[in-house]
């Protein structure tokens, strides 16, 4: 039986006889990817002896490729969870007597080009730059941002879109958007804009929103810590933000806002100016796509900053199309950050992409020309938050 077919209960069986351990100092497994998370856990409690010598050496050993079944669990566990890469990573851990043990992992990127004996002659190659791109990238370039069948698949590169951040202009515009969860993950993501049009996603905000209210001050938390601009800091009268519908009509216990409130309601009583997003699913998608689409310069015209926000770069290649409707995104998964790109990117939508009917755009214009009346006519300190990153 190959191990890539195993369940639970093949290797329960497969390695019940504990003669197994003790004659081995290690499994291994080729292409972990193709089996489940619990499998691989399950064969790793599997490593243990008597015998404190034999315990010195046992080990667990696995390679995969991008792609797979299973293919997630092992980039968030390893690719993702291994970084800087080629490194070993310590996480401590208290045990019950309140000694410490260290538990390692790494993760050790190869291709074929690491492979002296498949790349010798180059017919291995030739034959894996026939593939088509998205398989090219996955088996020849060892991209584990190339998921078959996700959504952005065709446009998405993480070499291009997800860069370090850097001190921004103090001039730039920025506003935030946000989508709403409860004990579902909960997105605030800020963003601003250069003068040629392109969007930076600066920062983010992700968990459980729990309150209105509670989401509020950590977003003013965020704010209070930011490190955005060496020549600024932003407060929270300098920017309005875009909220899913759904957080202002359904009811919270945001106590402080008026008794029983919405989730909207909680955040604006820390101060936040909130209009509805454009929900436009299409129009949100299109927004997306046009922006990760290179531009003729080679870049594209949305910027992630990876090391503030590790969520939307998680997500965003994970995304899956829709089996009923090709054209969009799967909702069943991970999209709360998506989404709150979304209510971003259509608030900044392409030049000759502004979707027609988008609802509360009056309103917003209304309230920008209102800020920059009152920022022509009176000079408030007060209103910018100085603090920095604390030592």
Request: aromatic share 10%.
């Amino acid at each position: 039986m190959s191990v890539c077919d195993l369940t639970v209960e093949d290797a329960n069986h497969y390695i019940s006889d504990a003669r197994l351990i003790n004659k081995n100092t290690g499994v291994g497994i080729d292409q972990v990817e193709e089996i489940a998370e619990e499998v691989y856990l399950f064969l790793a409690m599997q490593l243990r002896s008597k015998n404190a010598e034999m315990r010195k050496l046992l080990f667990m050993r696995v390679t995969a490729n991008p792609g797979g079944l299973h293919a997630a669990w092992v980039k968030r566990y390893f690719v993702e969870g291994c970084r800087p890469h080629n490194t070993i990573i310590k996480t401590q851990v208290t045990l019950r007597n309140g000694k410490k043990r260290d538990v390692t992992k790494a993760f050790v990127p190869a291709t074929l080009y690491d492979n002296k004996y498949l790349c010798e002659d180059g017919a291995y190659e030739a034959t894996l730059l026939k593939l088509p791109e998205h398989l090219r990238r996955m088996y020849l370039e060892g991209d584990w941002d190339v998921v078959i069948g996700a959504y952005f698949s065709h446009v998405w590169n993480r070499s291009v879109h997800v860069i370090p951040s850097f001190s921004i202009p103090g001039h730039w515009p920025i506003k935030f958007g946000l989508d709403w969860g409860t004990t579902a993950p909960a997105c605030t993501l800020w963003g601003a804009q250069d003068g040629d049009g392109n969007v930076y996603i600066i920062d983010e905000l992700y968990g459980p929103g729990i309150t209105g209210r509670t989401w509020g001050e950590k977003m003013l938390k965020k704010l209070e810590l930011q490190k955005w601009s060496h020549e600024r800091k932003w407060g929270v009268k300098d920017m309005y933000g875009l909220i899913d519908r759904e957080a202002m009509a359904a009811r919270g216990s945001d106590t402080g806002a008026g008794g029983s409130a919405t989730p909207a309601a909680g955040i604006q009583w820390c101060g936040w100016r909130l209009f509805p997003a454009n929900k436009d699913r299409a129009a949100g998608n299109e927004q997306w796509l046009e922006r990760l689409l290179l531009k003729p310069n080679g870049k594209p015209s949305v910027f992630i900053f990876g090391d503030r926000c590790p969520n939307l770069v998680r997500t965003i290649p994970m995304l899956m199309s829709d089996p009923h409707n090709p054209e969009d995104v799967d909702s069943s998964g991970d999209d709360h950050a998506f989404d709150t790109g979304k209510y971003l990117l259509l608030d900044w939508p392409v030049k000759g992409s502004r979707p027609k009917d988008k609802t509360g755009d009056q309103d917003v214009e209304r309230w920008l020309a209102m800020a920059k009346h009152r920022k022509d006519m009176e000079n408030a300190p007060g209103d910018t938050i100085t603090t920095g990153y604390g030592d």
